[in-house]
């Protein structure tokens, strides 16, 4: 019923708008897109593709005041024919979902916005828009506040900042939340999960060893203070609560799904295993289930428990003809990669259906799902329901690692052949940028602990853990 309620109050406040009288190309005022970077809430704005890009008038920023936005950073905006628009703050704020499209912005003399020509409440005062130095727009049949001090301060309550290599910053309702460090574990479980952070403190296993012992140890950010946990060639690292889960390779004897107390202690097997990939989540353990045929473990479909063992369910069993390579957990959704397609379901195996063909590696920033298409040689970005799609970037080699840190995407690319040659590239989330960060590292696997970019160097069969700073 909410959503529904939402959903009549966009399309009445869109047909509304639509209604305005028409402006004369006089009243209308050239602006720009903006070029610089913006960060809401801890999220990175892709502006250059967004529906309602930010805008420059007067040498002053604009923000589009859409559903998504405002209610984002805090406010509430209603609609009346006769009254026009009323904005107000309220307490809290939700993630930011961007609204975008594969249209790229240009910056040409064709911009143009008009005056807003309805009358504007906010926080129950009238704006004179008329006396305004720098009036409210209409661009696109939504409605631009000036990002001046008078608005975001002390009308609004936000806190702003400039920097310029981070761009603009807003924040409101007390600044980002813990989304973004959890979007971090998120991905390094992705990777493999050979590192996990959790309260200053870095879980990893420094080196895994195909045959080998290897150590689960932990260490502070800055590298001091190590404590080896257990000898376990520890993989897939979720921490939830005091205990870290793992699971060990199948060649490793015993393998299976493990947990130790962040001290070290109460180190237990959860189940005997063979397994591959897993997460945790809320009270359940996801992993894929392996099967020993003839000699060599293979993937014979997607699994939860409780983290104590019980209530093992089959939510995705493996098809005929069909093969599983890695699952990605976002929310109360489940998205998963079988031959080389991408698909979504719930977290209990339904609403199950694909999204797209000619996939081979996916996760999931700031509500965009992130793929590798094109034999491993092409970045795109979707939204999570498959309806837009955009096209980012494309290698001359093989993607075959994706991360993301304070709007620039890591990828691992290269090869692993006879001659390969491997490399760590990242560029911005709308697809510019990009830069060269490493060279020759044999490397597939990325992690970011604070400002920290890990990544792993392959050799004989053991992944060795190797860092450098990102700011």
């Given at each position: 019923?909410?959503?529904?309620r939402?959903?009549?109050y966009?399309?009445?406040?869109?047909i509304?708008l639509?209604l305005?009288?028409s402006?004369?190309?006089a009243?209308?005022?050239?602006?720009?897109?903006a070029?610089f970077?913006?960060t809401v809430?801890?999220?990175v704005?892709?502006?250059?593709?967004?529906e309602y890009?930010l805008?420059?008038?007067?040498?002053?920023t604009y923000f589009?005041m859409?559903?998504n936005?405002?209610?984002?950073?805090g406010l509430?905006?209603?609609?009346d024919?006769m009254?026009?628009?009323?904005?107000?703050?309220?307490?809290d704020?939700i993630p930011l979902?961007q609204?975008?499209?594969?249209?790229i912005?240009?910056?040409?003399?064709?911009?143009m916005a008009?005056?807003v020509p309805?009358?504007?409440?906010?926080?129950?005062?009238v704006?004179?828009?008329?006396?305004?130095?720098?009036?409210l727009?209409?661009?696109?049949n939504?409605?631009?506040?000036p990002?001046?001090?008078?608005?975001?301060?002390?009308?609004?309550?936000?806190?702003t900042?400039?920097?310029?290599?981070?761009?603009?910053?807003?924040e409101s309702?007390?600044?980002a939340?813990?989304?973004q460090a959890?979007?971090?574990?998120?991905?390094?479980v992705?990777n493999?999960?050979q590192?996990?952070v959790?309260?200053?403190?870095i879980y990893?296993?420094?080196?895994?060893?195909?045959?080998?012992?290897?150590?689960?140890v932990?260490?502070r950010?800055?590298?001091?203070?190590?404590v080896?946990l257990s000898?376990?060639?520890?993989?897939?690292?979720?921490?939830?609560g005091?205990?870290l889960?793992?699971?060990?390779?199948?060649q490793n004897?015993?393998?299976?799904?493990?947990?130790?107390?962040t001290?070290?202690?109460?180190r237990?097997?959860?189940?005997?295993?063979?397994v591959?990939?897993l997460?945790?989540?809320?009270?359940w353990?996801?992993?894929?289930h392996?099967t020993n045929?003839?000699?060599?473990?293979?993937?014979?479909?997607i699994?939860?428990?409780?983290t104590d063992?019980s209530?093992?369910?089959l939510?995705?069993?493996?098809?005929?003809?069909?093969s599983?390579?890695?699952?990605f957990?976002?929310g109360d959704?489940?998205f998963?990669v079988k031959q080389k397609?991408?698909?979504?379901m719930s977290l209990?195996g339904s609403?199950?259906r694909k999204l797209?063909?000619d996939?081979t590696?996916?996760?999931?920033i700031d509500?965009?799902i992130?793929?590798?298409?094109?034999?491993?040689?092409?970045l795109n970005k979707?939204?999570?329901d498959?309806?837009?799609d955009?096209?980012?970037?494309?290698?001359?080699?093989?993607?075959t690692a994706l991360?993301?840190?304070q709007g620039?995407i890591?990828m691992?690319?290269?090869?692993?052949g006879?001659?390969g040659?491997n490399?760590i590239d990242k560029?911005r989330i709308?697809g510019?940028?990009e830069?060269?960060?490493?060279s020759?590292?044999r490397t597939n696997?990325l992690?970011?602990?604070g400002?920290?970019?890990?990544?792993?160097?392959?050799?004989?069969g053991?992944?060795?853990?190797?860092?450098?700073?990102?700011?």
């Amino acid at each position: 019923m909410y959503k529904a309620r939402i959903s009549l109050y966009i399309l009445l406040l869109s047909i509304a708008l639509s209604l305005q009288p028409s402006v004369s190309n006089a009243a209308a005022h050239q602006v720009k897109v903006a070029e610089f970077p913006v960060t809401v809430n801890g999220t990175v704005l892709d502006v250059r593709h967004s529906e309602y890009p930010l805008l420059v008038y007067k040498d002053i920023t604009y923000f589009p005041m859409s559903w998504n936005n405002a209610t984002a950073l805090g406010l509430t905006a209603q609609w009346d024919p006769m009254l026009g628009i009323s904005v107000e703050n309220r307490n809290d704020c939700i993630p930011l979902q961007q609204d975008l499209t594969p249209t790229i912005h240009s910056n040409d003399d064709t911009q143009m916005a008009e005056l807003v020509p309805f009358p504007v409440k906010v926080n129950d005062q009238v704006i004179d828009n008329a006396a305004e130095p720098y009036p409210l727009l209409l661009y696109r049949n939504i409605t631009y506040f000036p990002m001046t001090w008078r608005f975001t301060r002390d009308i609004f309550g936000w806190t702003t900042s400039w920097d310029a290599e981070q761009g603009l910053g807003i924040e409101s309702c007390g600044g980002a939340t813990d989304g973004q460090a959890k979007q971090a574990d998120a991905l390094n479980v992705a990777n493999n999960g050979q590192l996990a952070v959790q309260d200053g403190w870095i879980y990893m296993n420094p080196e895994s060893k195909y045959f080998e012992p290897s150590q689960l140890v932990k260490r502070r950010m800055d590298g001091s203070g190590e404590v080896k946990l257990s000898d376990d060639n520890a993989m897939y690292l979720n921490i939830e609560g005091d205990w870290l889960y793992y699971s060990i390779p199948s060649q490793n004897d015993p393998g299976g799904i493990y947990r130790i107390k962040t001290d070290g202690t109460g180190r237990a097997q959860i189940y005997p295993g063979p397994v591959g990939k897993l997460w945790v989540r809320e009270g359940w353990i996801y992993y894929m289930h392996q099967t020993n045929g003839g000699g060599y473990y293979w993937i014979d479909g997607i699994h939860r428990m409780k983290t104590d063992g019980s209530e093992d369910q089959l939510i995705l069993a493996k098809d005929q003809n069909s093969s599983f390579s890695g699952f990605f957990l976002d929310g109360d959704t489940i998205f998963y990669v079988k031959q080389k397609a991408l698909y979504r379901m719930s977290l209990d195996g339904s609403d199950n259906r694909k999204l797209q063909e000619d996939v081979t590696h996916a996760v999931v920033i700031d509500g965009w799902i992130y793929y590798v298409c094109h034999n491993g040689t092409q970045l795109n970005k979707m939204s999570r329901d498959g309806q837009v799609d955009i096209s980012l970037y494309t290698s001359e080699q093989g993607i075959t690692a994706l991360q993301y840190h304070q709007g620039w995407i890591y990828m691992a690319v290269g090869s692993f052949g006879i001659m390969g040659s491997n490399h760590i590239d990242k560029l911005r989330i709308d697809g510019t940028g990009e830069t060269r960060l490493t060279s020759a590292t044999r490397t597939n696997l990325l992690y970011f602990a604070g400002d920290t970019l890990y990544y792993n160097r392959l050799w004989e069969g053991n992944s060795r853990i190797d860092h450098m700073e990102e700011k």
